[in-house]
């Protein structure tokens, strides 16, 4: 299996039989074909037989349903099965982490990155969200806050204040068991809001392949890995 992350700063894979993932950088003119070649590129001499990606947008049915905000265009259509001559599965990638750091219940995944990715699992059904497009003030929303911009442009200790913000709001509106913040930025924080928890961006890796997973066993608590999980419609198949 062949898993790609891709974020709006970097994109980084990892197939079977290779311990260390590797990554190149991605940004605004990244388009699925420059992608493909710069990915032919670094994975000369693996081998799989089914792929994983998880996209920095919205997932509808089987289909990219949105150009993603941090990258280039040509995403909506493209076929990447033909591309990679092999099955694949999308799915958008703040779900695809939060696959991996599912450990049962009700779980809110929080994506501090580029932009606010979010995802709900509930009893190892993934439901992808789009928190990061709702109004948070005049003229804002809570990607302009929390993303890599908002980080910038407020500094630290203000951006803190905002996550804590945030996630005690969502928190109190979704009424998940735990909340896991993950993304590059999640390294930020000096504490974590009630409840939650900092999730390993290496996990990503993880849901990747455990959206290959047939069978369908939610974990009884958190303290147990998920080792299967049953997944909804979001699924994607390609």
């Known amino acids: 299996?062949?898993?790609?992350?891709?974020?709006?700063?970097?994109?980084?894979?990892?197939?079977?039989?290779?311990?260390?993932?590797?990554?190149?950088?991605?940004?605004?003119?990244?388009?699925?074909?420059?992608?493909?070649?710069?990915?032919?590129?670094?994975?000369?001499?693996?081998?799989?037989?089914?792929?994983?990606?998880?996209?920095?947008?919205?997932?509808?049915?089987?289909?990219?349903?949105?150009?993603?905000?941090?990258l280039g265009s040509g995403w909506i259509g493209f076929d990447f099965q033909a591309a990679f001559g092999c099955p694949v599965k999308i799915i958008n990638?703040?779900?695809?982490?939060?696959?991996?750091?599912?450990?049962?219940g009700r779980m809110l995944f929080l994506g501090l990155g580029t932009g606010l990715g979010s995802a709900l699992i509930l009893d190892g059904v993934i439901a992808p969200m789009e928190l990061?497009?709702?109004?948070?003030?005049?003229?804002?929303?809570?990607?302009?806050?929390?993303?890599?911009?908002?980080?910038?442009?407020?500094?630290?200790?203000?951006?803190r204040r905002k996550v804590v913000d945030a996630v005690d709001g969502f928190r109190a509106a979704l009424l998940p068991d735990y909340?896991?913040?993950?993304?590059?930025?999640?390294?930020?924080?000096k504490e974590l809001p009630l409840l939650s928890r900092r999730g390993e961006n290496a996990n990503a890796f993880l849901g990747g392949f455990r959206l290959w997973e047939r069978k369908a066993t939610t974990p009884r608590n958190r303290s147990q890995p998920a080792a299967t999980l049953r997944l909804a419609a979001t699924e994607m198949a390609m």
């Open 132 to 159: 990061g497009h709702l109004r948070n003030g005049k003229g804002r929303n809570y990607e302009h806050d929390l993303g890599e911009r908002g980080r910038r442009r407020l500094g630290n200790k203000k951006w």
């Open 179 to 189: 909340i896991v913040l993950g993304g590059g930025n999640a390294a930020h924080l």
């Open 93 to 104: 990638d703040a779900a695809m982490q939060a696959l991996g750091d599912y450990d049962g």
């Open 1 to 70: 299996m062949l898993v790609i992350d891709v974020g709006g700063s970097h994109v980084k894979c990892v197939s079977t039989g290779h311990k260390e993932s590797v990554a190149f950088k991605s940004g605004p003119n990244m388009t699925p074909d420059r992608m493909m070649k710069k990915l032919r590129e670094i994975t000369t001499g693996w081998h799989y037989d089914a792929v994983s990606i998880g996209y920095p947008g919205v997932i509808l049915g089987d289909r990219i349903a949105r150009e993603p905000y941090n």
